[in-house]
């Protein structure tokens, strides 16, 4: 939380609508972030590839949740990427994206998840994304599930060094711990601390794809390695591909 600052608060219709802005001790660099609602069961809603914190209210995935957020039911923080310094960053060496993406981590857990205690009371926290903010949300969650008690990862991939149409290792090969510990694909199969799987049967965790998205075998897998560890989780199926933001704003209003 060091040297945050936060621009005066606006209200959408009764929906208040913070902006957070500072430098990241974790991250060596300045951060935004937006907090829709003033309470609630609050929501760390990761952005899409390489995406902003911005992206989700212009398409209206905010909006489709703001019966709940004005409700108060829910509070959404609308998180950051560095996905182009992380795992998008092709001129990096594949171990140095990974260690990019973990400082990442840090930021979330030394700065964001303080700032949303000192804002909000509530003993819950939800992990939520899109896309490769899915992958960000349960990966976050299932590394630390006595933080978290639920995720919803909507057309999410998880497991980052799989090939598939459209979609390539982004590692290029290379593998090492700190890659293999943070793709739940690969390390929730091969989970078996006691402590950590009592903690994940503790989560409500949902998956949400298209019946034609390319991360659906992704999903189907982790779905049924937590399924073998005793796990319960919901994996959802919609028509088609679904892996828009027009099909976000309704599962949004469904699994938020």
């Known amino acids: 939380m060091e040297g945050y600052h936060t621009t005066t608060p606006v209200r959408l219709h009764s929906m208040k609508r913070e902006y ?10 300045e951060m935004e972030l937006l907090v829709f609602g003033e309470g609630g069961e609050p929501i760390l809603f990761f952005p899409t590839r390489t995406a902003h914190f911005y992206d989700y209210e212009d ?6 949740l703001s019966r709940k957020i004005e409700s108060r039911k829910i509070q959404v923080y609308c998180l950051d990427s560095i996905d182009k310094e992380s795992f998008y960053a092709r ?14 981590e840090q930021y979330l857990l030394r700065e964001v998840v303080p700032l949303v205690k000192q804002k909000n009371p509530s003993p819950t926290l939800v992990a939520a994304g899109c896309s490769l903010g899915a992958y ?6 299932f590394k630390y599930p006595s933080l978290f008690h639920k995720v919803v990862g909507l057309s999410g991939r998880y497991d980052l060094t799989t090939s598939m149409p459209h979609f390539e ?5 290379y593998r090492d711990e700190n890659i293999y510990y943070n793709m739940p694909g690969q390390f929730i199969p ?8 009592r903690l994940l049967k503790s989560q409500e965790i949902i998956f949400v794809v298209g019946e034609h ?12 390695a937590l399924w073998s560890k005793g796990v319960w989780n919901a994996l959802h199926l919609w028509d088609g591909e679904s892996h828009k933001p027009r099909y976000w704003r309704h599962m949004v209003q469904l699994y938020l």
């Open 136 to 141: 960000h949300a349960a990966n976050l969650a």
């Open 213 to 224: 998205d390319v991360f659906l075998d992704n999903n189907q897998a982790l779905s049924n």
């Open 20 to 29: 957070h802005k500072w430098y990241s001790p974790a991250l060596q660099r």
């Open 169 to 173: 290792d982004l590692f290029e090969g």
């Open 91 to 104: 001129n990096v060496p594949p171990p140095d994206r990974i260690l990019r993406h973990l400082q990442y």
């Open 190 to 197: 091969n989970l078996y601390d006691e402590h950590l799987i």
């Open 59 to 64: 398409w209206l995935v905010i909006d489709a």
